[in-house]
């Protein structure tokens, strides 16, 4: 298994399309982040603009790319007749085990690279446009706030991912992997927002840290990598029936 796992982390990395999905990523936080105008009161800061990215129209680009990286892996697998070969060798539970896990890593790496390429072309904006770096941060706990809100931001990005590897695991084609987990994601924000009360149990503030559910960034973090880690087990044994399924016939 763990020599499955090494081989699929070395075709991600070897794989320039990953890279490029990694700056299309930030490009598209860019875009939201810039439009963000100033106020009466002075120049925008980082902080504002990241916040102003993250809900901004473009973010649904900024999704979509995030599972590019692992998340259509197997559905490239099986166009290339590339899961016969691994099937034969490792087995089913090991591939499946190390698409699940690269998926879910992938998509983690890819979404957190992706911010903070967009905090540094953000930054080096604002410096340019104000001709000071004093209003980067408002505060010194600005720094802080913003790498918790990328460390909990990027959990959201592997559990995209692994979405989408369980949709090519249904239906293997890229247009299906990179929209379904979109949609999804955002139906189940709308019907979470609108008959749920509990914050807890709504992805919407899950995932992000200004909601501070347990009083601090770290608490978070936590429920949000448990949350995450759950919610990838349910789809391993999905993932695992389907290409199970399909390996009997490779």
């Known amino acids: 298994?763990?020599?499955?796992?090494?081989?699929?982390?070395?075709?991600?990395?070897?794989?320039?399309?990953?890279?490029?999905?990694?700056?299309?990523?930030?490009?598209?936080?860019?875009?939201?982040?810039?439009?963000?105008?100033?106020?009466?009161?002075?120049?925008?800061?980082?902080?504002?603009?990241?916040?102003?990215?993250?809900?901004?129209?473009?973010?649904?680009?900024?999704?979509?790319?995030?599972?590019?990286?692992?998340?259509?892996?197997?559905?490239?697998?099986?166009?290339?007749?590339?899961?016969?070969?691994?099937?034969?060798?490792?087995?089913?539970?090991?591939?499946?085990?190390?698409?699940?896990?690269?998926?879910?890593?992938?998509?983690?790496?890819?979404?957190?690279?992706?911010?903070?390429?967009?905090?540094?072309?953000?930054?080096?904006?604002?410096?340019?446009?104000?001709?000071t770096t004093e209003n980067l941060f408002s505060g010194g706990t600005e720094f802080e706030s913003i790498s918790w809100n990328i460390l909990i931001f990027s959990l959201l990005g592997s559990a995209l991912s692994v979405l989408g590897l369980f949709a090519t695991a249904i239906v293997p084609n890229v247009f299906v992997g990179m929209t379904t987990p979109v949609l999804i994601y955002y139906i189940v924000i709308t019907l979470t927002n609108k008959y749920w009360s509990n914050p807890v149990l709504m992805p919407s503030c899950i995932y992000f840290s200004y909601n501070k559910l347990f009083g601090g960034e770290r608490q978070q973090f936590l429920y949000a990598l448990l949350v995450t880690i759950c919610f990838i087990i349910i789809l391993y044994r999905g993932i695992y029936r389907r290409m199970k399924r399909r390996g009997e016939h490779v």
């Open 1 to 131: 298994m763990l020599r499955t796992i090494q081989v699929d982390f070395k075709r991600l990395f070897l794989n320039r399309r990953y890279y490029y999905c990694i700056v299309g990523m930030a490009f598209a936080l860019l875009v939201s982040g810039i439009s963000y105008k100033k106020d009466r009161y002075g120049y925008a800061t980082l902080e504002e603009c990241f916040s102003e990215a993250t809900f901004g129209g473009f973010v649904i680009l900024f999704y979509m790319l995030c599972v590019v990286g692992g998340g259509l892996d197997y559905c490239m697998d099986v166009k290339n007749h590339y899961m016969r070969y691994m099937v034969i060798r490792n087995g089913i539970h090991s591939y499946a085990v190390s698409k699940t896990f690269v998926s879910a890593v992938s998509g983690y790496i890819s979404m957190f690279l992706g911010q903070v390429l967009f905090c540094g072309m953000m930054s080096v904006y604002l410096v340019f446009q104000s001709g």
